[in-house]
């Protein structure tokens, strides 16, 4: 009897959780389920179009700011808290990712005052081809404006290929601030700042992570990645993650299929095979031990059945 694909993709869905429930994986699942690839679902959940901050551009936008340069828009020797902002750039309907979109962000260092006179926390990154971007830098410190003081905020400028661009500004939730400031306290209308307030949470490391995803008018390319996990693979666990010397990742295959693990930098290249050969309906598991030359940062595990990839997921690395 021919077994149906249906049954066998629930079968092994059904393993998998109660696998992942029985080494008690499941805060870890969730954490590379929200890290990247998955939607911000406070962002995302109506897909709602990202809007413009009420200050616009404000007095203190630089042109011709650089390219950032590794991700890190803060030195390393700069004052601060560590924060590592990054997300995905969608067209409206959130169907389609927009590569090549332009982010052009800039803020205040930790005592609240803008550099003026050269571009220090100013610089411009590309979303890579499959809409993500990701920056380092520190956690803006408060200024005052009139009786009271800004929120901590980063200014973004974010121009898709070929389309008009949006200003606007991303605030952090906790913010004492945030409700008494003019920008960050709308709720409605067009410059409505709700899902422009996102949280920050320590990634380990002592870095503060967080996650905005944008919605703007553009030309997307359709991944289809939700469509493809269906009846062809998915990575269902990756621990540790963030990771120093080691990490695990677990994966599925349903239905036999020439099937290939890597791991690539930000740019797109491919650091490291960790699988590539045909492969039966199962659950499989990969350790990946990084070349101690490797620097720390953000990687991407790609899974790709018959060529094809279906899946994929960050990965963080601190020695």
């Given at each position: 009897?021919?077994?149906?694909?249906?049954?066998?993709?629930?079968?092994?869905?059904?393993?998998?959780?109660?696998?992942?429930?029985?080494?008690?994986?499941?805060?870890?699942?969730?954490?590379?389920?929200?890290?990247?690839?998955?939607?911000?679902?406070?962002?995302?959940?109506?897909?709602?179009?990202?809007?413009?901050?009420?200050?616009?551009?404000?007095?203190?936008?630089?042109?011709?700011?650089?390219?950032?340069?590794?991700?890190?828009?803060?030195?390393?020797?700069?004052?601060?808290?560590r924060i590592i902002i990054s997300g995905r750039v969608y067209d409206v309907g959130c169907e389609e990712v927009i590569p090549n979109t332009i982010i052009d962000v800039w803020h205040?260092?930790?005592?609240?005052?803008?550099?003026?006179?050269?571009?220090?926390?100013?610089?411009?990154?590309?979303?890579?081809?499959?809409?993500?971007?990701?920056?380092?830098?520190?956690?803006?410190?408060?200024?005052?404006?009139?009786?009271?003081?800004?929120?901590?905020?980063?200014?973004?400028?974010?121009?898709?290929?070929?389309?008009?661009?949006?200003?606007?500004?991303?605030?952090?939730?906790?913010?004492?601030?945030?409700?008494?400031?003019?920008?960050?306290?709308?709720?409605?209308?067009?410059?409505?700042?709700?899902?422009?307030?996102?949280?920050?949470?320590?990634?380990?490391?002592?870095?503060?992570?967080?996650?905005?995803?944008?919605?703007?008018?553009?030309?997307?390319?359709?991944?289809?990645?939700?469509?493809?996990?269906?009846?062809?693979?998915?990575?269902?666990?990756?621990?540790?993650?963030?990771?120093?010397?080691?990490?695990?990742?677990?994966?599925?295959?349903?239905?036999?299929?020439?099937?290939?693990?890597?791991?690539?930098?930000?740019?797109?290249?491919?650091?490291?095979?960790?699988?590539?050969?045909?492969?039966?309906?199962?659950?499989?598991?990969?350790?990946?031990?990084?070349?101690?030359?490797?620097?720390?940062?953000?990687?991407?595990?790609?899974?790709?059945?018959?060529?094809?990839?279906?899946?994929?997921?960050?990965?963080?690395?601190?020695?």
């Amino acid at each position: 009897m021919k077994e149906n694909k249906k049954d066998t993709r629930r079968q092994f869905l059904r393993n998998a959780s109660l696998a992942i429930l029985s080494v008690g994986a499941l805060p870890q699942l969730l954490k590379a389920n929200e890290s990247k690839g998955t939607p911000n679902k406070k962002s995302l959940a109506n897909c709602e179009l990202s809007t413009q901050d009420a200050y616009g551009q404000g007095p203190f936008y630089t042109e011709n700011a650089p390219t950032i340069s590794d991700n890190m828009l803060a030195d390393e020797s700069e004052a601060g808290q560590r924060i590592i902002i990054s997300g995905r750039v969608y067209d409206v309907g959130c169907e389609e990712v927009i590569p090549n979109t332009i982010i052009d962000v800039w803020h205040a260092d930790h005592t609240g005052a803008y550099d003026n006179n050269t571009y220090n926390l100013r610089g411009v990154t590309t979303t890579n081809d499959q809409g993500f971007y990701i920056f380092e830098t520190i956690r803006p410190g408060w200024y005052q404006n009139g009786a009271t003081y800004r929120p901590s905020h980063i200014h973004f400028k974010i121009t898709p290929p070929g389309f008009d661009p949006l200003i606007t500004q991303l605030y952090f939730e906790g913010d004492p601030y945030i409700e008494g400031d003019f920008a960050a306290s709308k709720t409605t209308g067009d410059f409505n700042a709700l899902n422009r307030i996102i949280p920050l949470t320590d990634n380990g490391a002592g870095v503060l992570e967080g996650t905005w995803d944008i919605v703007i008018d553009g030309d997307g390319i359709e991944l289809g990645m939700e469509d493809l996990r269906q009846d062809k693979g998915i990575i269902y666990g990756i621990s540790p993650n963030p990771f120093a010397n080691q990490i695990e990742i677990n994966y599925g295959v349903f239905q036999r299929s020439k099937v290939s693990l890597s791991v690539f930098d930000l740019r797109g290249n491919k650091v490291a095979d960790l699988e590539e050969q045909i492969l039966s309906p199962q659950k499989y598991s990969a350790r990946w031990t990084p070349d101690s030359s490797l620097s720390n940062g953000h990687y991407f595990v790609a899974l790709k059945i018959n060529d094809l990839q279906v899946h994929y997921q960050k990965i963080v690395r601190h020695k």
